[in-house]
T-cell receptor
Framework: EDQVTQSPEALRLQEGESSSLNCSYTVSGLRGLFWYRQDPGKGPEFLFTLYSAGEEKEKERLKATLTKKESFLHITAPKPEDSATYLCAVQADNNAGNMLTFGGGTRLMVKP | KAGVTQTPRYLIKTRGQQVTLSCSPISGHRSVSWYQQTPGQGLQFLFEYFSETQRNKGNFPGRFSGRQFSNSRSEMNVSTLELGDSALYLC??????????????FGSGTQLSVL
């Protein structure tokens, strides 16, 4: 059974204080690992897809990395508008569809 | 381009009732999937549809069902509601199935409260 665990559950940062969110996963075969951002009252919004160990992707202050067991979302010099819940999900390669298995999320709060 | 539209936005029902939720995917998207989100369990996959056929189903009881129409719009139905069905129900659409290059676009969800 595919499993995704995210840590920490919640993270409070001061504006400008860089940090990392962790996503540990077990999957029979990885087709893709996805990062989403979710704001209160809204659905998840796509950030990145990573496909194989060693891959990295960046977008503004966010950088996602992937190993065979974990993914990290690094946040550099965060701003208050980066406050949101960050979700990690995996898609198995034995899945004929688009089904994602999600972790519980990390709720990030950035204070000015 | 319009995003994924879910209606209604909020619903309040009582135990034992049934409910139907609606999802209109992004134009040109043929795949629709449904997820249940609760504070305790997070996001859990319910089912997905492509070309009016259910392609995958999650571990939910038979009270949860869905369908997809020829215009790709989808509905999900929950019968004999239980208190534990209170959740945010999210719909996501994509163009095709089984391609990790394909992003899922989520709607804002329907918040269901069962009293």
């Amino acid at each position: 059974e595919d499993q995704v665990t995210q840590s920490p559950e919640a993270l409070r940062l001061q504006e400008g204080e860089s940090s990392s969110l962790n996503c540990s996963y077990t999957v029979s075969g990885l087709r893709g690992l996805f990062w989403y951002r979710q704001d209160p009252g809204k659905g998840p919004e796509f950030l990145f897809t990573l496909y194989s160990a060693g891959e990295e992707k960046e977008k503004e202050r966010l950088k996602a990395t992937l190993t065979k067991k974990e993914s990290f979302l690094h946040i550099t010099a965060p701003k208050p508008e980066d406050s949101a819940t960050y979700l990690c999900a995996v898609q198995a390669d034995n899945n004929a569809g688009n089904m994602l298995t999600f972790g519980g999320g990390t709720r990030l709060m950035v204070k000015p | 381009k319009a995003g994924v539209t879910q209606t209604p936005r909020y619903l309040i029902k009582t135990r034992g009732q049934q409910v139907t939720l609606s999802c209109s995917p992004i134009s040109g998207h043929r795949s629709v999937s449904w997820y249940q989100q609760t504070p305790g369990q997070g996001l859990q996959f319910l089912f997905e549809y492509f070309s009016e056929t259910q392609r995958n189903k999650g571990n939910f009881p038979g009270r949860f069902s869905g369908r997809q129409f020829s215009n790709s719009r989808s509905e999900m139905n929950v019968s004999t509601l239980e208190l534990g069905d209170s959740a945010l129900y999210l719909c996501a659409s994509s163009r095709v199935l089984g391609d990790a290059n394909e992003k899922l676009f989520f709607g804002s969800g329907t918040q269901l409260s069962v009293l």
